[in-house]
């Protein structure tokens, strides 16, 4: 295919506007990315008025994640056969509508349906919305135009956690979900207006070889599906004491395994694995599910930290987040103009090492530290995000053809949600055998015999008699206090421990950044070999 050819097809439809479609469907994913946290806050709200536990509330998360991974597999051929304008608003149609049924759903089985179709529609969209950017943008401006997407993908779950506890304590929880419906239909009606289908998608029906791979769809989905249930709900179930988690492991081992052999022999397969064995793609996957690690791990456990050890509000905690966002919003511009001038692997290296130093600050928490110095920390972090996320996406499509572009599309968001589900899992891990490990070795050194102990009893035994109580209840109340500061501190202690974990994740995308190839910056860039 003659370059000139190949410039056509990479090129934006004339009558499209690049920046309006950059914010229409940057608008539409920041939407559906925002429900992957909004409602975690909202889960004790949702067992509440569902009349049941917390534990079996949380399978809206789990089958929310579940289904969104299921759907990034097939989303590339649905684009292709459906035409990607239609299919997009198709997904954000299920999803608007989806969401109005979540928040009137009368019990939590019909909650459930209803985020599994929720998940279902915004799964498909991001990987879209991605390609129609990668599409309708030349190569010199694409690290703009992802600039603007990545404001919708590493800040909406920043966002989530803050907007969905004060809807919930202030109006409802049913408002987490009823909140997409006017936004929803906002989106719809101007991805109508202004995206056009290009020609060569447009004819994607047409294609003889244009067939879908259903056992490669079932091997893909399978092996997501089950890797997200295994890594959802193993720590609350126990792991591999429970059949359950024992069962979904190997159901998701034995997708695996036949997934690899059958998509590497197929013609046209679901997910065409041959991608990610290249340096440069394959370096850009890893990278991006280190990212997604980074992405969620940080923003759900820096204000479960400020909550249960420093007695922050869920208001406050969200406020924490608060600064970094807008951070990261400012930042996604910045580099998105050094992405066109700056080769992506030097920008991810120092976006790694940032978030690295700011991982790195934080295994030293406790307890006399201030709101600012958390704010200062999730910072920095919003600095070095970008860094990364806007590289990352121009690298992944440098030597990509125009037909592959939605492949690479879904294969990278399945990288970030999968890296998200991973680094939370593994965080969630650490903190609690790190925290049982530091207690009983702290519980060791806490013996009534010992004169440190009988000096701190005898003082804080003091105190609350100071405060009125009777000197046997004040007596009562101090060994409280003292069971509970040697809780504190163990917590104290996995947080660093897991903050430990965090640095290292960050680092390792150091080594994988240097192994990209240099990319032509400020033209055309190569679209295949």
């Known amino acids: 295919?003659?370059?000139?050819?190949?410039?056509?097809?990479?090129?934006?439809?004339?009558?499209?506007?690049?920046?309006?479609?950059?914010?229409v469907v940057g608008l539409a994913s920041f939407m559906e990315v925002l429900d992957t946290t909004i409602a975690n806050v909202?889960?004790?709200?949702?067992?509440?008025?569902?009349?049941?536990?917390?534990?079996?509330?949380?399978?809206?998360?789990?089958?929310?994640?579940?289904?969104?991974?299921?759907?990034l597999t097939a989303s590339s051929f649905l684009a292709r056969m459906l035409g990607r304008k239609t299919f997009f608003l198709i997904c954000l149609g299920i999803f608007t509508v989806s969401s109005i049924?979540?928040?009137?759903?009368?019990?939590?089985?019909?909650?459930?349906?209803?985020?599994?179709?929720?998940?279902?529609?915004?799964?498909?969209?991001?990987?879209?919305?991605?390609?129609?950017?990668?599409?309708a943008f030349p190569p010199a401006k694409r690290g703009q135009a992802f600039a603007v997407f990545g404001v919708a993908v590493v800040v909406a779950p920043v966002v989530g956690p803050t907007l969905g506890g004060w809807l919930s304590d202030n109006l409802?929880?049913?408002?987490?979900?009823?909140?997409?419906?006017?936004?929803?239909?906002?989106?719809?009606?101007?991805?109508?207006?202004?995206?056009?289908?290009?020609?060569?998608?447009?004819?994607?029906?047409?294609?003889?070889?244009?067939?879908?791979?259903?056992?490669?769809?079932?091997?893909?989905?399978?092996?997501?599906?089950?890797?997200?249930v295994v890594l959802d709900r193993g720590l609350e179930d126990d792991w591999f004491a429970s059949s359950f988690i024992v069962t979904s492991a190997v159901i998701c081992?034995?997708?695996?395994?036949?997934?690899?052999?059958?998509?590497?022999?197929?013609?046209?397969?679901?997910?065409?694995?041959?991608?990610?064995?290249?340096?440069?793609?394959?370096?850009?996957?890893?990278?991006?599910?280190?990212?997604?690690?980074?992405?969620?791990?940080?923003?759900?456990?820096?204000?479960?930290?400020?909550?249960?050890?420093?007695?922050?509000?869920?208001?406050?905690?969200?406020?924490?987040?608060?600064?970094?966002?807008?951070?990261?919003?400012?930042?996604?511009?910045?580099?998105g103009r050094l992405a066109a001038k700056v080769q992506p692997k030097y920008l991810i290296v120092v976006g790694a090492v940032i978030i690295a130093i700011s991982m790195y600050g934080m295994t030293n928490v406790y307890g006399d530290l201030g709101f600012w110095f958390m704010a200062r920390t999730r910072m920095l972090i919003g600095v070095g995000l970008p860094l990364i996320f806007v590289p990352?996406?121009?690298?992944?499509?440098?030597?990509?053809?125009?037909?592959?572009?939605?492949?690479a599309s879904a294969l990278i968001n399945a990288a970030r949600n999968t890296g998200g589900s991973i680094g939370v899992s593994i965080v969630s891990n650490v903190l609690a055998h790190r925290a049982q490990f530091h207690q009983s070795r702290l519980v060791e050194q806490v013996t009534p015999s010992s004169p440190q102990y009988q000096d701190t009893l005898h003082q804080v035994t003091n105190f609350f008699v100071a405060q009125g109580s009777s000197l046997?209840?004040?007596?009562?109340?101090?060994?409280?206090?003292?069971?509970?500061?040697?809780?504190?501190?163990?917590?104290?202690?996995?947080?660093?421990?897991?903050?430990?974990?965090?640095?290292?994740?960050?680092?390792?995308?150091?080594?994988?950044?240097?192994?990209?190839?240099?990319?032509?910056?400020?033209?055309?860039?190569?679209?295949?070999?």
Request: aromatic share 10%; with cysteine.
């Open 392 to 407: 990352i996406m121009t690298a992944s499509y440098d030597g990509i053809p125009p037909d592959k572009t939605d492949q």
């Open 101 to 135: 049924l979540c928040g009137f759903a009368p019990s939590l089985n019909a909650l459930l349906l209803f985020r599994i179709l929720q998940g279902l529609g915004g799964g498909g969209m991001v990987p879209v919305a991605q390609s129609i950017l990668a599409d």
């Open 1 to 23: 295919m003659s370059a000139a050819a190949i410039d056509a097809r990479s090129a934006p439809a004339p009558s499209a506007t690049p920046w309006l479609i950059a914010i």
């Open 253 to 335: 081992a034995t997708a695996f395994v036949l997934m690899i052999p059958w998509e590497m022999t197929r013609r046209n397969p679901m997910i065409d694995l041959r991608m990610v064995a290249t340096r440069q793609f394959g370096a850009c996957f890893l990278v991006m599910l280190a990212t997604g690690a980074i992405l969620l791990a940080t923003t759900q456990f820096l204000p479960q930290l400020v909550q249960q050890d420093f007695g922050y509000t869920a208001t406050w905690a969200g406020l924490v987040l608060s600064p970094g966002g807008v951070v990261t919003m400012l930042m996604m511009f910045v580099v």
């Open 472 to 529: 046997a209840h004040a007596h009562d109340q101090a060994i409280q206090w003292i069971g509970q500061q040697v809780q504190t501190q163990a917590s104290f202690l996995s947080y660093m421990d897991a903050f430990w974990v965090l640095m290292l994740i960050s680092l390792s995308a150091v080594p994988l950044a240097l192994t990209l190839r240099k990319i032509k910056l400020g033209g055309a860039a190569p679209v295949g070999h």
């Open 172 to 228: 409802s929880w049913h408002w987490c979900f009823l909140i997409n419906a006017p936004v929803g239909a906002f989106a719809i009606a101007l991805i109508a207006a202004v995206l056009h289908e290009p020609a060569e998608q447009a004819k994607g029906a047409e294609q003889p070889d244009n067939r879908f791979d259903f056992i490669g769809f079932a091997l893909v989905a399978t092996f997501l599906g089950a890797l997200e």
């Open 42 to 71: 909202a889960l004790p709200y949702i067992a509440g008025g569902m009349g049941v536990s917390e534990d079996e509330a949380s399978w809206v998360v789990t089958t929310y994640l579940v289904s969104n991974a299921i759907i």
